[in-house]
């Protein structure tokens, strides 16, 4: 199912036929990408885009969307399912061309309601690395708030604090 944003955004199912402009969107953000997302570093070749795309496919009660701007390919959305009852997981990146623009304002403002009416969720989460100041002030206009911090290792092989912020729908 697509899901109209604006005129000019709008969120249709990942699928692999959009591999070479993920691919192409992962090249010209690398940098950035892979200080907050270990998955990067290995979406470097087509095959790598494809894996990326199956292995979140494959990935049983969560959605992955892409994110369209005037019909082009500009980052990924997901909807992902989490353990506690009526509660997702909302993940996403954008290449670095479209950040600053309140692109994630706007996709949440319309799918956060959405949630609530199709899917009958409850609760949102934001998982953040606590120096991803932009992602974190995103889920805070989302109305979350910090509820927990864990460490996770990265591909630099160091230690880093992931926050889970949350948000009640209702």
Same mark, same amino acid.
């Given at each position: 199912?697509?899901?109209?944003?604006?005129?000019?955004?709008?969120?249709?199912?990942?699928?692999?036929?959009?591999?070479?402009?993920?691919?192409?969107?992962?090249?010209?953000?690398?940098?950035?990408?892979?200080?907050?997302?270990?998955?990067?570093?290995?979406?470097?070749?087509?095959?790598?885009?494809?894996?990326?795309?199956?292995?979140?496919?494959?990935?049983?009660?969560?959605?992955?969307?892409? /994110?369209?701007? $005037?019909?082009?390919?500009?980052? &990924?959305?997901? !909807? *992902?399912?989490?353990?506690?009852?009526?509660?997702?997981?909302?993940?996403?990146?954008?290449?670095?061309?479209?950040?600053?623009?309140?692109?994630?304002?706007?996709?949440?403002?319309?799918?956060?309601?959405?949630?609530?009416?199709?899917?009958?969720?409850?609760? /949102?989460?934001? $998982?953040?690395?606590?120096?991803? &100041?932009?992602? !974190? *002030?995103?889920?805070?206009?989302?109305?979350?708030?910090?509820?927990?911090?864990?460490?996770?290792?990265?591909?630099?092989?160091?230690?880093?604090?992931?926050?889970?912020?949350?948000?009640?729908?209702?």
């Amino acid at each position: 199912m697509d899901y109209d944003i604006s005129p000019y955004l709008n969120l249709t199912p990942l699928n692999i036929k959009q591999a070479s402009v993920l691919l192409e969107a992962v090249e010209l953000s690398r940098e950035s990408l892979e200080t907050y997302l270990p998955w990067a570093a290995s979406v470097t070749d087509l095959d790598g885009a494809k894996k990326y795309i199956s292995e979140r496919l494959a990935m049983s009660d969560s959605r992955y969307f892409s /994110i369209m701007y $005037h019909h082009q390919f500009i980052g &990924v959305f997901a !909807i *992902k399912s989490v353990e506690a009852p009526n509660t997702c997981e909302i993940g996403y990146w954008l290449c670095e061309t479209a950040r600053g623009n309140a692109i994630m304002d706007k996709v949440l403002r319309v799918m956060l309601p959405r949630l609530q009416e199709e899917l009958a969720m409850r609760h /949102i989460e934001f $998982h953040c690395l606590d120096f991803n &100041v932009a992602s !974190i *002030k995103i889920a805070q206009r989302a109305g979350a708030k910090l509820v927990r911090r864990y460490v996770v290792p990265m591909q630099d092989k160091l230690p880093k604090t992931m926050c889970i912020y949350t948000a009640d729908l209702s």
